[in-house]
């Protein structure tokens, strides 16, 4: 009798001791259900919001003010047993505030690196965008090499690592674009939307009276979480998807509308995504359909159109995912064959 692939996985699991694949996928959903169980209405941001976690990337939350962004990340920093630190951005926020300061130790004769609230699992930047280009560019180092180098000594930071950034809309007073070298360090930006009516309602209702954040706490552990993560980076994804992936991304820099296409550390994270997605929806490889869905947040921050192609529509964001969906649309989808 041939074993099931579950089986196989269950086998692994026990032998080497980590999680196996429907531990790790039921983690998974009993983190998004933790989530959901505040902020409402929103489970599509709330998986992406997982699935840049369970991925190793960053996460980057762009909407108009007051519509749940910090909600969100503080109720997923909440659902998982990670240290979280909290950093709002403002004008006159250096880049010290953000990685830390050498401080002289009177007692001791000598000066010791005081850490600053970069050094967490889970650091959630509030209106990254008010602060000046020069405490932005202070992420860049630790976003990318999971390290800071502070008066010429590097510290490494936790595992797993990521920054989840809010940011308003550019036209919003008081805001400064970030770079594009900035954003490629994110593996992906989302939007939340207004809720639906019935979301406001509940809404509404909940806060009346009580924090709905009161009422929740961990559901996993860092040591937990830190796991779900090796099973989603040993997941497997065939040839034909990883060739489907580059396809994609090289299909924006040879576009006559788009004058930066998607790097190729957009096209690794689209890759590492897909996994991250694939675990949270009960996959044990990844499918075509997982990138397609991943292609917009993924990718569409990260291109820049061309002066020409924008004239016709005022709307940056809107022209770049419709021509990411025209993209996907006339790239050939593979056939996938899972790992026996």
Do not use: C, W
């Not at 006559?256 to 675990?279: E, F, H, I, N």
């Amino acid at each position: 009798m041939t074993d099931t692939t579950a089986q196989r996985s269950d086998r692994r699991g026990e032998e080497s001791g980590d999680l196996t694949f429907d531990e790790a996928h039921d983690l998974t959903r009993r983190i998004i259900a933790n989530v959901e169980s505040v902020i409402s209405g929103k489970t599509d941001a709330v998986r992406m919001a997982l699935t840049v976690v369970l991925a190793g990337g960053h996460l980057l939350l762009e909407d108009v003010p007051g519509v749940g962004k910090t909600m969100l990340a503080r109720t997923l920093g909440t659902s998982v047993g990670s240290k979280v630190n909290r950093i709002q951005f403002t004008p006159d926020l250096l880049p010290s505030d953000v990685t830390g300061v050498s401080v002289y130790n009177q007692v001791e004769r000598r000066f010791e690196f005081s850490p600053g609230p970069i050094f967490a699992n889970i650091v959630i930047g509030d209106e990254i965008n008010r602060a000046s280009p020069k405490t932005q560019s202070a992420l860049l180092e630790s976003m990318e090499e999971r390290q800071v180098t502070v008066d010429g000594t590097t510290y490494p930071l936790a595992r797993p690592f990521t920054v989840v950034a809010t940011q308003n809309p550019i036209e919003m007073e008081g805001t400064y674009a970030l770079p594009e070298a900035q954003r490629d360090r994110f593996m992906a930006r989302i939007s939340m939307g207004y809720p639906s009516a019935d979301a406001e309602v509940a809404i509404l209702t909940r806060r009346e009276t009580s924090n709905p954040l009161d009422a929740i706490g961990p559901v996993v552990t860092n040591d937990q979480l830190v796991r779900v993560i090796e099973t989603v980076t040993a997941t497997y994804v065939s040839p034909a998807v990883t060739h489907y992936a580059v396809a994609l991304a090289r299909a924006t820099r040879a576009h006559p509308d788009l004058r930066l296409g998607a790097s190729p550390r957009s096209t690794l994270q689209l890759v590492r995504a897909a996994r991250a997605l694939a675990v949270i929806e009960g996959y044990e490889f990844v499918l075509p359909d997982h990138v397609d869905r991943l292609v917009v947040p993924v990718l569409g921050h990260r291109l820049v159109a061309t002066n020409k192609a924008l004239g016709h529509t005022g709307d940056s964001d809107a022209f770049l995912s419709a021509l990411l969906d025209d993209i996907v649309a006339a790239t050939p989808v593979p056939s996938v064959v899972p790992r026996t």
